[in-house]
């Protein structure tokens, strides 16, 4: 290991358990640093225009209001410093599409040009000076700029809240509006997001009656149109609840509101004088003031919305907020990578924020779980419930049990205490850990989640040395490490005896349209050789694991492949209503005893189909079926479905076409995301009993059924791939990568979780890929190294600040070779009386990823725009907290974010605009379905990304470095018509061509020598011997690496009918589904904020 570590403490443990060795882990992004494989991210190439930020210093900020810790500037109003609402330079939008230059010369990183407004007598702040001024570090306020914007577009979106009174209303209300961001511990992780991954359809033409995926051509989404009529949502005015598309123009205007005449804000208000420096006598500074008001509530209906094509010409607006000046998730990521990149995170401090999920870095386990096992929305949390109630930040973490590590770190030791079993509390039952204290010399110890004293076994006692540690606290991982395994006992098996080696069985549709598409036959080459590739445990000979196969449609056919046939043998079951296993000895086998038979069975079944014309399915008897198989080897395992169709034929579990677009923004509509009957659920609870997890193949030409299909999938811990219209010769790359990578990852069988927390809080709801059967229990049949549980906690009891509170989480499994395991994590956090502590150490990512996965399980029950709403409002409470009881007091018009949580409100934007709480017209019912089931399971890392996708500028990659080329913002007006791009979100990769590439760069990526040849169908990139296009290969392989599903290819050229696809996923602009942008959106906040504190 290296990255100037410290040399562990005490004696090593020896190599790691033998029993890890073979699983190929994935990099970690960042910058490579020596002896660290590829990074995830790439280096950081010089900081973007408008972006230069100096390192925020050590210690507390002024404008938190505590002891200022030799902060460097005071932000007190007078001629040698920065005014509060200072927000540096205005610009107006780039023509070319380039991203905007700096205003002025450029300057020294760490100062900030500004100009002055156009108007000669008013200045924003203090005058210019030929000197540079020193940007403030810690409270960045940032005032909306004004540039003029075109006026031919045609505005889809509704704005928030009515118009002001009057020109100047405007003007005194956007002086007054300043976004600061008062400086706290980490900044969030950002940046990888996401806006709603299309159907992984379309590969080329689109099929006979199929829609082109992507909002309808005929609206453009031009970025840079502004706000329309006034901008949305500056002035204070009631909330406005949801998001959706324009009203009807039929409302009368509000009295007292006439329409703007004209756009330019003119004078603008000086700064405030006495707000803004070290304020340590901020009144009622800490303690938990009454809760907020309750939020006003107003019908979205009754806000009037003139639609910029309706106002006459001198009526629209020609100012708008500077989206630099606004806080960047390029920006913070970048900052971050560069802070904490370099340095490895030991885990041995309570209540340590981890770096952002973005960042590449080592972790040295000191006695607290790695945050690539556990993440927490907060590092520090309220003592009381009334604190977190007043706060509104939800406590959550999210684990990832079985996380894959990076080779560079080490795998939890496993420990064997004999037939005694683990060292556990009496009371609590929970397992030895390092924050368990020693008493009476080391003959007992006082368990730290429930305080019972309980004896040491004699096998176990130790002595302890003059600071109370056992001498052997280094000898054992249980007491000086945060993860670890424990060989479980007899008693911690199923009726009492030790589990068999788990079997894989896969299950074929082989029906028409499987046939016809050459799935079949493809599926069956696979697998002869991905055979040879199961999981196997260390350094085992072979994998234990058994395998069998059936094939189906309307009937079930096993097979007979036991060692000693010449043979394969068929055996059909053709009464589906009552399934049962046609055969026990020969169908569950060892692929190397079977090989040949297994060869020769494999090589038939595309022929045997070949000429059927048999089209129905059935599908809830196939997995019957394998439930059956298992039961009967008395063995988990895991089911390899592979399905084509709505299953209608006559069986049990037989769907109908139900999908109806006419619900959505109905009351109904969360109908479409429920199962059509609970005969699924019942299923699933039987699989989860007997350790059968399902892993679903899709591959619809039509509507499918997701929400239904999926119910077993979801509830046993298995996943969803899906492959809309597939297409041999553009889709199966990306399918076999996918299967390949599934037979071979790491997954543990017939697992229970439970999740102990020291007294004063518990684990109160559950998120995830899961089963419960109590309060306490996560079942899953199957669990993977990709799979996270999200986990929320409550108050029952105050905490101490001096004890800080406990998680440990224990996951119960059977290994891939039989072997039954206990995986312990720890984490210890700090506990808080001062709200400021708490938003000091949030994660925002954490918190979105929480988030998102609350508002997809409140589609099931509620409508989508009562979901939305309370999305909202819960960040308005959480931002309006902060501003009431930890910013210093400035005025009403700034808008205030704590450091931590500055892309709070871009984050939340895309997750408002995701397909599932948003969809645009292109976006079917079983896309928002499958989408839905997949953010649950997602671990920070993926929500991140998928939320906020990756942009990289390819034609500025350096192609002599490893390194990414700096990534820039998801907007339509950072992209040049000369350069290409590459656009991923973990589900699809985009390559965005514009149309004044050069030729030679054209030449040299695809072949062809001129824009119009480029084809759309192709699905992965041609190997062409030059340096650009290995470059280019090797930044998508490495991507492609990083995820835990093969990304689609999708080649973009500007003007394309396939670039409104492109633009869906770039966020920060308005959506035509009537997404905001983050501008607006922004603006909007504010105003739910004000409102709240008013």
Known sequence: MSVNQQAHTGPPYGQPQPGYQGYQQPAYGGPSLPGVPQSQYGAYNGPMPGYQQPVPPQGYFPSLGFPSKGSPVSLNSDTSSLAPNFIGSLRAP??????????????????????????????????????????????????????????????????????????????????????????????PPAGLGYAAPRPPAMP??????????????????????????????????PPMSGLHGPPPPTHPPQPGYPMQQNGSFGQMRGPQPNYGGAYPGAPNYGSPPGPPPPPKRLDPDSIPSPQLNELPPQQ????????????????????????????????????????????????????????????????????????????????AAVIKPLATL?????????????????????????????????????????????????????????????????????????????????LATVDYCKNNKFPSPPAFIFMIDVSYNAVKSGLVRLICEELKSLLDYLPREGNMEESAIRVGFVTYNKVLHFYNVKSSLAQPQMMVVSDV?????????????????????????????????????????????????????????????????????????????????????????????????????????????????????????????????????????????????????????????????????????????????????????????????????????????????????????????????????????????????????????????????????????????????????YAYRGVLSSPVKTVRDSLINQCAQILACYRKNCASPSSAGQLILPECMKLLPVYLNCVLKSDVLQPGPEVTTDDRAYIRQLVTSMDVAETNVFFYPRLLPLTKADVDSDSLPAAIRNSEERLSKGDIYLLENGLNVFVWVGVSVQQSLIQNLFGVSSFSQISNALSTLPVLENPFSKKVRSIVDMLQGQRSRYMKLIIVKQEDKLEMLFKHFLVEDKSLSGGASYVDFLCHMHKEIRQLLS
């Open 94 to 187: 780039p023509t070319s599409g380039a991203p905007p230059p700096a205003s002025g010369a450029s300057h020294p990183s760490g100062h900030l040009a500004y100009s002055q407004f156009e108007h000669g007598d008013v200045q924003n702040g203090i005058p210019a000076s030929a000197a540079p001024m020193q940007r403030p570090p810690a409270s960045q306020p940032f005032l909306p700029g004004s540039a003029p914007t075109p006026v031919s577009q045609i505005s889809t979106f509704q704005q928030y809240g009515p118009p002001p009174a009057s020109v100047q209303q405007l003007r005194n209300h956007m002086a007054g509006m300043t976004i600061g961001s008062t400086a706290a511990s980490a900044p």
């Open 204 to 237: 080329g033409p689109p099929l006979p009656g199929q829609t082109v995926a992507g909002p309808p051509s005929s609206q453009p989404n031009h970025v840079s149109s502004p706000p329309p009529s006034t901008m949305a949502g500056l002035h204070p005015g």
């Open 316 to 395: 629209k607006p020609r100012h708008r907020i500077d989206p630099d000046a606004i806080p960047s998730p390029i920006q913070v990521i970048e900052d971050d990578r560069n802070n904490r990149g370099s340095e490895p995170f030991v885990t041995g401090v309570r209540g340590q924020v981890p770096p952002l999920v973005t960042t590449n870095f080592l972790v040295k386990d000191q006695g607290n779980a790695s945050p690539r096992y556990i993440r927490c929305t907060s590092y520090n949390i309220p003592c009381t419930s009334d604190m977190a109630k007043q706060s509104q930040v939800p406590l």
């Open 406 to 486: 990076p080779p560079e770190e080490t795998l939890p030791y496993l420990v064997d205490h004999g037939e005694s079993g683990p060292v556990r509390c009496n009371r609590c039952k929970a397992y030895m850990c390092p924050f368990m204290q020693f008493i009476e010399g080391g003959r007992r110890f006082q368990c730290c989640f429930c305080s019972c004293v309980t004896e040491v076994p004699p096998h176990y006692f130790q002595h302890l040395d003059h600071t109370g540690k056992r001498v052997d606290f280094y000898d054992r991982p249980e007491l000086s490490l945060g993860s670890y395994e424990f």
């Open 577 to 853: 209503a009552d399934m049962f296993v046609p055969l026990l000895d020969g169908f569950l086998v060892n692929v190397n005893e079977s090989r040949t038979v297994i060869a020769s069975l494999l090589d038939q079944i595309p022929e045997m189909f070949a000429d059927t014309r048999e089209t129905e399915t059935v599908f809830a008897p196939v997995i019957q079926a394998g439930l059956e198989a298992l039961k009967a080897a008395e063995c988990a395992g895991k089911l390899f479905i592979f399905h084509t169709s709505l299953p209608i034929a006559e069986a049990p579990g037989k769907l109908k076409n139900r999908d109806d677009r006419k619900l959505i923004n109905t009351d109904k509509e969360k109908t479409l995301f429920q199962p059509q009957t609970s005969f699924y659920n019942n299923l699933a609870k039987d699989c989860v009993a007997q350790g059968c997890c399902v892993d679903l193949f899709l591959f619809p030409n039509q509507y499918l059924d997701v929400a239904t299909l999926g119910v077993v999938p979801y509830q046993t811990g298995g996943s969803i791939y899906k492959y809309a219209y597939f297409q041999l010769e553009t889709d199966q790359y990306r399918f076999l990568n996918d299967l390949r990578r599934d037979v071979q990852k790491e997954v543990g069988f017939d697992a229970v979780m439970r999740v102990r927390t020291s007294t004063g809080i518990r684990a109160t709801d559950f998120f995830g890929a899961f089963y419960m059967s109590n309060t306490t229990d996560v079942e899953m049949a199957g669990l993977d190294c990709d799979k996270t549980i999200t986990v929320e906690f409550k108050h029952d009891d105050k905490l101490s600040e001096d004890s800080g509170a406990l998680l440990q989480c224990a996951l119960l499994y059977t290994s891939c070779a039989g072997q039954r395991r206990l995986r312990i994590h720890n984490l210890s956090l700090n506990c808080c009386t001062q709200l400021a502590d708490l938003y000091r150490n949030c994660e925002t990512d954490t918190l979105i990823n929480y988030l998102a996965k």
